[in-house]
């Protein structure tokens, strides 16, 4: 779930509003990365919540939107306070000794994208890079834990915490889909992730 969490904090970051009413393929011929269908997922996911049209080939396309990784990836580190194992001479050894420890991990997410016009090549903005990090602390104070802490735990809380039929415009933690046409559905229960129907 890091790197997950990390891939959706760095797509945060982009503004896929531009794409209202456009038809787009999405090219990831570039993206080389560990969970790379959720990073293309994600991406397929707030192309059309932004109001786009995914199409399966440029040729059809009015955009055509490249996405490249400049990593995605996890890392850990850990560390105490306390006194480490020590050997004294002949038999005797001093136990390790930790008052407090601290394992962290992170999540890195670093992806780039940019649109062009799919018949005259011609670059639309700027285009860039986006980059993100999640992590997860666990604490253990004499003996005593974990305490947790960090974006993971942060995100998981708040996710649990979201009433259903609550408007966000951020994405949704909960997701429900609209029925199909003739197909009638209490409006109390349904809660669409593009807002009001």
């Known amino acids: 779930m890091l790197l997950s969490n990390a ?3 760095s797509l945060d970051k982009v503004d896929f509003t531009p794409l209202y ?5 999405l090219e990831e011929k570039y993206l080389d990365c560990i969970d790379k269908p959720y990073v293309v997922g994600s991406v397929r996911h707030r192309i059309m919540r932004a109001g ?12 055509v939107m490249e996405l490249r990784s400049g ?3 996890t890392d850990t580190s850990e560390s105490f306070l306390g006194t480490p194992e020590i050997a004294l001479p002949g038999m005797l050894t001093i136990p390790e000794v930790r008052l407090v420890e601290r394992k ?3 999540g890195y997410s670093k ?6 016009d799919a018949r005259s090549r011609q670059v639309l903005g700027d285009g860039g890079m986006a980059m993100a990090q999640s992590d ?3 604490w253990h104070v004499l003996g005593v834990g974990p305490f947790q802490n960090g974006d993971l735990k942060t995100d998981v809380a708040r996710a649990e915490m979201i009433p259903p039929g609550m408007y966000r415009r951020q994405l949704p933690t909960q997701v429900a889909f609209g029925t199909r046409d003739g197909v009638d559905a209490d409006a109390n ?3 669409y992730a593009s807002g009001k129907k």
């Open 7 to 9: 891939v959706d904090q």
């Open 104 to 106: 962290t991990q992170f």
């Open 111 to 116: 992806l780039g994208l940019v649109i062009y």
């Open 52 to 63: 786009g049209t995914l199409l399966p080939s440029a040729d059809d396309a009015d955009v």
């Open 189 to 191: 229960n349904v809660r």
């Open 21 to 25: 009413g456009q038809r787009v393929f």
């Open 71 to 73: 990593g995605v990836g």
């Open 136 to 138: 997860d602390n666990n």
